[in-house]
């Protein structure tokens, strides 16, 4: 069965500054697609970034890069230039392409808490 | 992008009573929709997959008869908490896949339920 790890419960970062939320992930499937979300404390979720086990380079969006390390299975999130708005809960997800309709399992998540 | 909205916003219901929950995709066609929910500093929990036109699939645990669940059209599904008791207070979340995006799941806002 697949499964989500996220290990650090909080984070605290200063603004400006980079910071890595870690994610390693379990699969018997080939193909599969991990994802980052950002909840903030108003609940709605909102997607960041995604990166296909089949890409060869890792993704980026804006100050959002995924480190993709598939031979140890693990997908941190890269948050370049740290800004406030960051502060908020962060969430890393599986889907395995062929099982099931494409669910999403996700991890514990981080929170992660930007400091002036 | 795509956007999903759900309704209510947040409901305060007496136990025993019955609330249910619409989750509508606004520009887009829903071939599947996801229920989840998520308790305090907590992660989602899928609870089941809707399926337009057939019956939801649900995950291990989560009791199809208290949580009836359907998707009778591509743009609605409905989560009917039946016989609401205390414990089932928490924030629920809707999303939906377009099949044109498949990298995507779209969330919608979620939904607060308090059982008193």
């Known amino acids: 069965a697949q499964k989500i790890t996220q290990t650090q419960p909080g984070m605290f970062v200063q603004e400006k500054e980079a910071v890595t939320l870690d994610c390693t992930y379990d699969?018997?499937?080939?193909?599969?697609?991990l994802f980052w979300y950002k909840q903030p404390s108003s609940g709605e979720m909102i997607f960041l970034i995604y990166q296909g086990s089949y890409d060869e380079q890792n993704a980026t969006e804006g100050r959002y890069s995924l480190n993709f390390q598939k031979a140890r299975k693990s997908a941190n999130l890269v948050i370049s230039a740290s800004q406030l708005g960051d502060s908020a809960m962060y969430f890393c997800?599986?889907?395995?392409?062929?099982?099931?309709?494409?669910?999403?399992?996700f991890g514990q998540g981080t929170e992660l808490s930007v400091k002036p | 992008g795509a956007v999903v909205s759900q309704h209510p916003s947040w409901v305060i219901c007496k136990s025993g009573t019955s609330v249910k929950i619409e989750c509508r995709s606004l520009?887009?066609?829903?071939?599947?929709m996801f229920w989840y929910r998520q308790f305090p500093k907590q992660s989602l929990m899928l609870m089941a997959t809707s399926n337009e036109g057939s019956k939801a699939t649900y995950e291990q645990g989560v009791e199809k008869d208290k949580f009836l669940i359907n998707h009778a059209s591509l743009t609605l599904s409905t989560l009917t908490v039946t016989s609401a008791h205390p414990e089932d207070s928490s924030f629920y979340i809707c999303?939906?896949?377009?099949?044109?995006?498949?990298?995507?799941?779209?969330f919608g806002p979620g939904t607060r339920l308090t059982v008193t």
């Open positions: 997800a599986m889907r395995e392409v062929y099982n099931q309709g494409g669910k999403l399992i």
């Open positions: 699969t018997s499937d080939q193909s599969y697609g």
């Open positions: 999303s939906a896949r377009e099949h044109t995006s498949p990298h995507e799941q779209y």
């Open positions: 520009d887009f066609q829903a071939t599947t």
